[in-house]
């Protein structure tokens, strides 16, 4: 979530101002005081600016995430064009969480996630098939096809519901 307010269970004193709001954009956590419970102060300039902005995104992640590795690159290997690459996709990714045209920024991120969908389904297959403590997943030798078994002891027998392949497997 790019926006989110937080609220202390007990005010904090500060000098004669009582601690009231905290929120964070992106990790950033700016507080608000206030000097009576009627006048909060929540830095409503920055609210206002960014209402109306696309925000983050499944892309923007991904951007700085490359942002990271080419920056660290850039600073081991101490070449200049790693380091602007770096800082070109920093500046993209700003502006994209920046931009009021949030139809052409949703596109953009449409367009990244029909990109990154197979590795993304692979790795989420992968993950499933490490956490199943109860089930066994087998590929079929003859056409490819996943098969999940349920865990038991010793050899069992697996038919494939594709194409009919009978085979021997260990699902322990």
Known sequence: MLFSIIRPERPRRKGNLHFVYAFAIDG???AGYHKGYNEVILLGFLQRFLYGRYGGDHLGR???AAYLVLYCLALLTRLAPLSWAAFALAFWCIFRMLSRNTAKRRRENEKYLALT???RGWLRRRRM???????RYFKCPNCGQQLRVPRVNGKIKITCRACGT???E???
């Open 28 to 30: 950033a956590i700016f």
């Open 62 to 64: 991904a951007l700085i």
């Open 117 to 119: 969908a197979p590795l």
């Open 129 to 135: 098939i490490r956490t199943d403590k109860d089930h």
């Open 166 to 168: 009978v085979f021997e």
């Open 170 to 172: 260990n699902a322990k």
